[in-house]
């Protein structure tokens, strides 16, 4: 049964930076691209990060620049290193491995306060 889990939120003020992790487990990462996603409150779901099993990236216009999506294939762990944080950065930040179906964590908020 694969479970992910993801670690590292909090509430910060706005300029500080945090780092999430998403452990796994039942799956090797390797394999799969990984997605970090969030959600606000009254939003839909949306894509921050995305890192193929290649180890390619790819941002959201918002986040680019000052996020950064890392995996680390013998931890079986991805990343989301946050800095420059902002107000609209507040969000529950889930993790997504990107197999058929995909598979989601609990996710860990994120609250930025200006």
């Known amino acids: 049964q694969v479970q992910l889990v993801e670690f590292g939120g909090g509430l910060v003020q706005s300029g500080d930076s945090l780092i999430l992790s998403c452990a796994a487990s039942?799956?090797?990462?390797?394999?799969?691209?990984m997605g970090w996603y969030r959600q606000a409150p009254g939003k839909q779901r949306e894509l921050v990060a995305r890192?193929?099993?290649?180890?390619?990236?790819n941002y959201a216009d918002s986040v680019n620049g000052r996020f950064t999506i890392s995996r680390d294939n013998v931890k079986n762990t991805v990343y989301l290193q946050m800095n420059s944080l902002k107000p609209e950065d507040t969000a529950v930040y889930y993790c997504?491995?990107?197999?058929?179906?995909?598979?989601w964590g609990q996710g860990t908020q994120v609250t930025v306060s200006s």
């Open positions: 039942g799956a090797m990462l390797s394999i799969y691209a």
């Open positions: 997504q491995l990107g197999s058929a179906p995909p598979y």
């Open positions: 890192i193929s099993s290649g180890g390619a990236t």
